[in-house]
Structures are given as structure tokens and as C-alpha cells.
């Protein structure tokens, strides 16, 4: 079965920067784009963006343009979320997804278990 | 950017008792691509409805997806315990990908 498991809990001091690991496991790695959502504490999902495993395109939220990074690893079937300049607001559990369809515009059939990352001095 | 306005904000019911959740959409959402998600405490969303009207694998037909353009429904037809829960819609038919605010189903 489709599973997607990510690296653990992280606290970080503002400015710092984010790693964040996500390793699929079940199907065709470069067959489905993976997507990375976030949810501050007590909130909503936010999107950040999407990387295609097959050639490495991403694509971001502008949101989030020139802070982030997403890159994949075919030979470890792994996928990273690299997220600089952080800040209080950065607080959040944040998700890998498997998008449905294959396209950049997609919906998510299957997450990570999500990776808490606390922001704090 | 679509703008997606669920409502109610919470909605509180008894097992057996029938939810309607609304998902409205600042434009008209591309294909009817809605999706909806539940969502419990302490664990990532799971996908219920895509596409406005299909069930994903595993769920039950207790859940149902409707409507279209700016307006879409989930519902519920008899809750059982497992159910209570947060429900989020996405729209996927535009970039950037959005979701709703949620909706709080809990126990009356």
C-alpha cells in the first residue's frame, strides 16, 4: 500500500532554515507528483507547492516563492521540503501528500504522517 | 486565487442524525475539481470526495459529494461515532491549490 513517511519533529530559532524528508513507498515513485501542505496550530491547510519525482519540476505557491525549495531523490524514493528564513508564523505540522492524478493541479489521495516544527527563539 | 467559504463553522449533531456541510467558491471552480477531506485530531487529512462526486477507495456511501461552479454539498446521511470530525473542501482546478476554512462536526 501507498505510504509516505516523514522525518520527525524539528525546532528551530527565526532566520534558520528547514529540512524536511518524506519517503514513499507502494507505487511508482515518478509516476504522481508530491505536494507539501502545512497547518499552523488550531488552523486551516495551506498548499505550499508540488514537485514532479520525474524530472524534478516544481512548481510554489507564490506565497512562498524564493523562500522555498522542494527537490526529490529517485534512487531513495525520497522527497525534501527546504524552507529558509523562518519565522514564528512557520509553526506548524507540515504534510507530504501524494497528488491523484499526476498533474500539477491535483488533489492529495495520500499524506505523510506530518512533521511538527516549532519557530521559537 | 479561489477563495473557498465552508459553512457552518461548527455543527453540532447526534449519531444517526444527518450533516449537510456547504463549500462556496469565490469563482467558478474548473471541471467541478472539489474535493473534500476528513480530518481528526493528531492525524493528517483523509480524502472522502473528489472531482464534486466520487467516493475515494474505502468510503462509505454514507458520504456524498454534490453541486457545482460556486456551490458544493457534502453530506453526511446518518453520522455514526467514527464521523465526528473536521471536514475541509480543496478546489484543485486552479493554481494555487485551495482549501476551505473546515467545518467542526461534533456531538450534540
Same mark, same amino acid.
Given at each position: 500500500?501507498?505510504? +509516505?513517511?516523514? !522525518?520527525?519533529a *524539528?525546532v528551530k530559532?527565526?532566520?534558520? !532554515? +528547514?529540512?524536511?524528508? &518524506?519517503?514513499?513507498?507502494?507505487? @511508482? ?16 491547510l *495551506?498548499w505550499?507547492? @508540488? ?6 519540476y ?15 531523490? @529517485?534512487p @531513495? +524514493?525520497?522527497?525534501?521540503? $527546504?524552507?529558509?528564513s523562518?519565522? !514564528? *508564523? $512557520?509553526?506548524?505540522?507540515?504534510? &507530504? ?8 493541479? $491535483?488533489?492529495?489521495d ?5 512533521? +511538527?516544527?516549532?519557530? !521559537?527563539? | ?7 457552518p463553522?461548527?455543527?453540532?449533531? =447526534? ?6 456541510? =456547504? ?6 471552480? =474548473? ?29 462509505? #456511501? ?20 467514527? #464521523? ?25
Open positions: 500500500q501507498v505510504q +509516505l513517511v516523514q !522525518s520527525g *524539528e530559532k527565526p532566520g534558520a !532554515s +528547514l529540512k524536511v524528508s &518524506c519517503k514513499a513507498s507502494g507505487y @511508482t515513485f515518478t509516476d504522481n507528483h508530491i505536494h507539501w501542505v502545512r497547518q499552523a496550530p488550531g488552523q486551516g *495551506e505550499m507547492g @508540488t514537485v514532479n519525482p520525474s524530472g524534478g516544481t512548481t510554489y505557491a507564490q506565497k512562498f516563492q524564493g523562500r522555498v525549495t522542494m527537490t526529490s531523490d @529517485t @531513495t +524514493l525520497t522527497v525534501y521540503m $527546504d524552507l529558509s523562518l519565522r !514564528s *508564523e $512557520d509553526t506548524a505540522v507540515y504534510y &507530504c501528500a501524494r497528488g491523484f492524478t499526476g498533474g500539477i493541479r $491535483d488533489l492529495f495520500s499524506w505523510g504522517q506530518g512533521t +511538527l516544527v516549532t519557530v !521559537s527563539s | 486565487e479561489i477563495v473557498l467559504t465552508q459553512s463553522g461548527t455543527l453540532s449533531l =447526534s449519531p444517526g442524525e444527518r450533516a449537510t456541510l =456547504s463549500c462556496r467558491a469565490s469563482q467558478s471552480v =474548473s471541471s467541478n475539481y472539489l474535493a473534500w477531506y476528513q480530518q481528526k485530531p493528531g492525524q493528517a487529512p483523509r480524502l472522502l470526495i473528489y472531482g464534486t462526486v466520487s467516493r475515494a477507495t474505502g468510503i462509505p #456511501d454514507r458520504f456524498s459529494g454534490s453541486g457545482s461552479e460556486t456551490d458544493f454539498t457534502l453530506t453526511i446521511s446518518r453520522l455514526e461515532p467514527e #464521523d465526528f470530525a473536521v471536514y475541509y473542501c480543496q478546489q484543485y482546478g486552479n493554481s494555487p491549490l485551495t482549501f476551505g476554512g473546515g467545518t467542526k462536526v461534533e456531538i450534540k
